[in-house]
């Protein structure tokens, strides 16, 4: 989507989801290159945190800390 806010909105709900959310991880971890401000940070933070929070081990594979 070209909002950003809509990005990072879909990233914190994929999160919300945890373990069960797995299959969107590569698209999330596309997001890490999106430097477009979001509401607490920029697209690219939220997506990291929700990588983390879903599959850590994908997160730590693609040097997400």
Do not use: C
Request: charged share 20%.
């Amino acid at each position: 989507d070209p909002d950003a806010s809509v990005r990072g909105n879909a990233a914190t709900s994929l999160g919300n989801f945890g373990s069960a959310a797995k299959a969107a991880v590569p698209q999330l971890l596309q997001l890490l290159r999106d430097t477009n401000s979001y509401v607490s940070g920029t697209v690219a933070d939220r997506a990291a945190k929700m990588v983390l929070k879903i599959d850590p081990e994908a997160a730590g594979k693609a040097g997400v800390k």
